[in-house]
């Protein structure tokens, strides 16, 4: 069973993950339960059966990260179906994604005496001050370091996506070494079959960005970015593919007297590929993340070239296959673009490095083929 606290299907970061791994799971011959939300997409990963709650009028917001409409409501019924389901499949593991999915999974598998793995996309202590809870941010600190500390060590086994999160578990949370099992994330290279037409073929060069508008995804520097950018390229199009409101980024390019060189692309699973593999330049403004972030999986599996804060740059090597600047240096951010979109060659050369990684060495098989190992190492 994989515990989904989150809209399910959806195209973002931990659904993706959930998904890709239950579909790649129950190819292998798995039976899968997932058990999540009452909102997502209608059609669920192949070979799986999902179990929703009931649904919520109240809460009808797809947007990540913790809310307390969420947790008051969501969780606590989502608690509730896990302990349904559960008694009825009687799964060998729970597999609980995020900490809001441990939450909902550790009643029933202390209950029922069922193991339970843990998979840390972040740490809380990185992630949750970038939420409006309401809460002064040292209480917000206070928990966030709280449940770093405590949800891993009740949960059976911890899957890190990055060696990131696992040495700070281990460094500051005291976690034995063979309790931590790094699995990142796969890629589809398969998906990106090369250059397409995606956009209209003329002098505007393209500068897109890919995924929710979250804070952490670091949008807010993009409109500064794109005020540099212009200064040297007075065409190009900074191009937004999301499924979230842009209406504050929109806003912020307002004020900056760059709105009109903005556009807004829908989210698409069936374009995705197409758009990324049309870019001149795809951007990763992010500058804390200590796992990885899916979209910079996307951009590398595209062959595009890449320009990224460090923050958020793991697999990228500077100069190499991609261009990596410093933490909110806007100017630097700029310069890597310009000069992507100047000298095309180069350009290419860096995106064709980086698929070549991602198709060398991240895959989903890959990525189950340890899931496996792991669930194996908890039968009794």
């Known amino acids: 069973?994989?515990?989904?606290?989150?809209?399910?299907?959806?195209?973002?970061?931990?659904?993706?993950?959930?998904?890709?791994?239950?579909?790649?799971?129950?190819?292998?011959?798995?039976?899968?339960?997932?058990?999540?939300?009452?909102?997502?997409?209608?059609?669920?990963?192949?070979?799986?059966?999902?179990?929703?709650?009931?649904?919520?009028?109240?809460?009808?917001?797809?947007?990540?990260?913790?809310?307390?409409?969420?947790?008051?409501?969501?969780?606590?019924?989502?608690?509730?179906?896990?302990m349904s389901v559960a008694r009825r499949v009687r799964p060998d593991v729970i597999h609980a994604h995020h900490f809001e999915g441990a939450l909902a999974a550790l009643p029933a598998a202390k209950s029922l005496r069922i193991p339970v793995v843990f998979d840390a996309h972040v740490l809380l202590g990185g992630e949750l001050q970038y939420y409006v809870l309401g809460l002064p941010r040292p209480?917000?600190?206070?928990?966030?370091?709280?449940?770093?500390?405590?949800l891993p060590r009740a949960c059976d086994h911890v899957v890190a996506i990055s060696s990131e999160i696992r040495d700070q578990l281990l460094a500051l949370y005291g976690l034995n070494a063979g309790a931590v099992t790094v699995i990142p994330n796969g890629v589809e290279p398969e998906l990106f079959s090369g250059r397409s037409g995606f956009f209209a073929d003329d002098a505007h060069p393209r500068l897109v960005?890919?995924?929710?508008?979250?804070?952490?995804?670091?949008?807010?520097?993009?409109?500064?970015?794109?005020?540099?950018?212009?200064?040297?390229?007075?065409?190009?199009?900074l191009v937004l593919v999301t499924s979230d409101d842009p209406a504050e980024i929109l806003a912020d390019a307002r004020a900056l007297g760059v709105h009109q060189h903005v556009d807004v692309v829908p989210a698409n699973l069936a374009t995705l590929a197409d758009v990324l593999s049309?870019?001149?330049?795809?951007?990763?403004?992010?500058?804390?993340?200590?796992?990885?972030?899916?979209?910079?999986?996307?951009?590398?599996?595209?062959?595009?070239?890449?320009?990224?804060?460090?923050?958020?740059?793991?697999?990228?090597?500077?100069?190499?296959?991609?261009?990596?600047?410093?933490?909110?240096?806007?100017?630097?951010f700029a310069e890597g673009i310009v000069r992507a979109v100047r000298e095309p060659a180069w350009g290419e050369e860096l995106g064709a490095r980086a698929r070549a990684f991602a198709r060398n060495n991240l895959s989903w098989n890959a990525a189950c083929k340890q899931l496996n190992e792991v669930y194996e190492g908890l039968r009794p």
């Open 139 to 150: 209480m917000v600190r206070l928990v966030a370091r709280v449940l770093d500390g405590m």
């Open 1 to 82: 069973m994989m515990v989904a606290a989150c809209p399910f299907p959806a195209r973002r970061g931990t659904p993706v993950r959930i998904e890709r791994m239950a579909e790649t799971l129950a190819a292998e011959g798995h039976e899968l339960h997932i058990v999540t939300y009452h909102l997502g997409e209608p059609a669920g990963p192949i070979g799986c059966e999902v179990h929703r709650i009931r649904n919520i009028a109240l809460y009808r917001d797809t947007s990540p990260g913790p809310s307390w409409r969420k947790l008051l409501l969501a969780d606590p019924l989502l608690s509730a179906k896990v």
């Open 278 to 332: 049309s870019a001149d330049v795809l951007l990763n403004p992010r500058t804390e993340c200590p796992g990885v972030p899916l979209k910079l999986l996307n951009y590398m599996a595209s062959g595009r070239p890449i320009v990224s804060f460090e923050g958020s740059s793991r697999y990228l090597v500077d100069n190499e296959s991609g261009i990596v600047v410093q933490n909110d240096d806007i100017e630097a």
């Open 209 to 237: 960005f890919s995924g929710n508008l979250a804070a952490y995804q670091g949008v807010k520097a993009l409109p500064a970015v794109l005020r540099e950018v212009l200064g040297q390229l007075p065409g190009a199009r």
